[in-house]
Every structure is written in structure tokens, then in C-alpha cells.
């Protein structure tokens, strides 16, 4: 990790981040915002090679402080040793019918933010799968595979949290239909 840059700091980059995605995007409450986070990516270095736990509670932190804000529940995607397994509150679990595997992340084996998410939630649960409305990955996850269709990109000011990449999404509605087809323009 940058030596300028401390873990509060992360934190305060993870809080800014998650907030302007949100005021962007405008989900609804109870609305699921997925991140995949590598803290090894945050803090310099190769994803996978150096997981950080101290990071990985603030960031949570920062992003769990937006989304409550909003009403809108955090997920976090585990790294692929539990197979992208998703940790998240059980309440939104059971509200979109995903159902809950057995496992518990831990640092090694499904990540230093999963694990710190787990931590922090009242009810956490395992799923295998999720389709979130938003999401961030920190430090190229690749977090595609639990997002709604159609996951379209949206550009905020944050490029970076820490020493890692920052991409966001949120999703829309298919289109379907043809040329005569009209669209909802909120929707789009």
C-alpha cells in the first residue's frame, strides 16, 4: 500500500465511492449492491497474494456507511477459493429467494472483505449466486456474474480505491421488442 495513503483514508475513498454510485443510480431500499474487493489490489499488490484484513474492515466500513444511507443491503463476493460464493444478510437472502450454503470466508478462502462483511452483519449467510441491482469491483474481481441483467458500466470520479482498479455498474431492464417498441426513459 502506498505509505501516503492510510487505512482510514481507504476507508474514506470506499465510503466516497459507494456514495456517489448510489446517488448516481438512485437504487431503491432494499435494493443489493454486490462488491468484489481484492485488498491485496488495494494495497499494491497482485490480487490474491497479499490479503489484508485491516483493509478489508474499513473498507467495509466505508461501503456498508453509503449503502445504509440508502436502505440498499451489501453483498460481498467471495475470491475463488469458496467459488465466488456471495456472503450477505440473511433478511435479503430470503427476500430474493437465494438460498444459503454453509461456509464461512476467511481470509485465505474467500477474502479479507467477505470475511470483515460476515463479521459486521447481524444474520450473515453464504449464497452461490446472486442478481445484485449495483455493484463495485475493487481490484478487477470480476463481478459480473451476480449482477441482473442487463449490468451496464457507470462512470463516478473514484478511479482507484487504494492501489486497485474501480469499475462500477448498476443494471436496467432488457430491452425487447423491435423498432416499433417504446422504452420507459426513467428505465434506461
Not at 501516503?4 to 431500499?29: G, W
Not at 469458496?82 to 478462502?109: D, F, M, S
Not at 460476515?118 to 470480476?142: N, W
Request: glycine share 10%; with cysteine.
Amino acid at each position: 500500500m502506498t505509505e501516503m495513503k492510510t487505512v482510514e483514508m481507504i476507508e474514506q475513498e470506499a465510503y466516497e465511492s459507494a456514495r456517489e454510485l448510489l446517488e448516481k443510480i438512485n437504487l431503491k431500499p432494499g435494493s443489493v449492491l454486490v462488491v468484489g474487493c481484492s485488498t491485496s489490489e488495494v494495497a499494491g499488490s497482485r490480487i490474491g497474494s497479499d490479503s489484508r484484513p485491516e483493509l478489508g474492515e474499513k473498507l467495509v466500513e466505508g461501503i456498508r456507511r453509503a449503502a445504509g444511507e440508502k436502505g440498499v443491503y451489501v453483498a460481498a463476493q467471495c475470491c475463488e477459493h469458496l467459488n465466488r460464493a456471495v456472503i450477505l444478510e440473511q433478511k435479503a437472502a430470503e427476500l430474493y429467494g437465494w438460498e444459503e450454503v454453509n461456509v464461512v470466508p476467511q481470509p485465505k478462502a474467500g477474502g479479507s472483505f467477505a470475511t470483515a462483511l460476515y463479521k459486521r452483519l447481524k444474520a450473515p449467510v453464504a449464497v452461490e449466486r446472486i442478481r445484485a441491482h449495483a455493484g463495485m469491483d475493487i481490484g478487477d474481481t470480476i463481478i459480473g456474474m451476480h449482477l441482473k441483467e442487463v449490468a451496464v458500466p457507470v462512470r463516478i470520479s473514484k478511479k482507484t480505491i487504494g492501489e486497485a482498479h474501480l469499475v462500477c455498474a448498476r443494471t436496467r431492464p432488457k430491452f425487447i421488442g423491435g423498432v416499433r417498441a417504446v422504452y420507459d426513459e426513467e428505465k434506461l
